[in-house]
């Protein structure tokens, strides 16, 4: 069964902490992405990732940085979390090219005290 | 730019109602057009797809049908059951390998 997988599915953080969210895909895909959910907002695209130690600004980047080392693993940080980050995080891959749609992993529901 | 519009929620409905939520897309090309579902606490599930005008994308008993006159891809099922609520997003990937998603709709079905 393909997969995306986050690390976390909940995590509770301090202001000012810095905060790894991890993801991992099984399914060789070239684009990998981050969105963050909010209630009444829908899902809002942080960065993206279409290539090895490549990214994207998406539409909310501020805050937020991304790496990609490996091409399974996209990783979200928060160089220091603030209250307004309390969000869910959704990890998602694609391949790079046709009409495929986004596999997305479960979530991490990020708490910033 | 390329936009998906979707009915707002909250939708409530009773068992084995008929569901219709609307979808209607701004895009140039001809984008592949999706319906996620999502249960609470979890992350999106694909549900159904369609890649090309007039094709219909059907899972689970949901139907939806790519309308590029009209530019729309409303979500149906004929008899809605308790386990179906959810929220559900109207996404297309547009000829860029962009991806835009409705802002979702809630569905409650009551026993």
């Known amino acids: 069964d393909v997969k995306v997988t986050q690390s976390s599915r909940y995590l509770v953080k301090r202001t000012g902490e810095k905060v790894f969210l991890e993801c991992v895909q099984d399914?060789?895909?070239?684009?990998m992405f981050w969105y963050r959910q909010d209630p009444g907002l829908g899902l809002r695209l942080i960065y993206f990732s279409y290539d090895v130690k490549m990214k994207e600004k998406g539409d909310i980047p501020e805050g937020y940085s991304v790496s990609r080392e490996k091409k399974e693993r996209f990783s979200l940080i928060l160089e220091s979390a603030s209250t307004n980050q309390t969000s869910m995080y959704l990890c998602?891959?694609?391949?790079?090219?046709?009409?495929?749609?986004?596999?997305f992993g479960e979530g991490s529901r990020l708490t910033v005290l | 730019g390329d936009s998906v519009t979707q009915m707002e929620g909250p939708v409530t409905l009773s068992e084995e109602a008929f569901l219709t939520i609307n979808c209607t897309y701004t895009a140039t090309g001809y984008p592949s057009l999706f319906w996620y579902v999502q249960y609470p606490g979890e992350g999106l599930q694909l549900l159904l797809k369609a890649t090309k005008a007039d094709d219909k994308g059907s899972n689970k008993g949901f139907e939806a049908t790519y309308r590029k006159e009209t530019t729309s891809f409303h979500l149906e099922k004929g008899s809605v059951q308790v386990s179906d609520s959810a929220v559900y997003f109207c996404?297309?990937?547009?000829?860029?390998?962009?991806?835009?998603f409705g802002t979702g709709t809630s569905l409650t079905v009551i026993p």
């Open positions: 996404a297309l990937r547009n000829t860029g390998n962009q991806f835009y």
């Open positions: 399914m060789d895909h070239e684009n």
């Open positions: 998602a891959s694609s391949l790079l090219g046709g009409t495929g749609e986004l596999f």
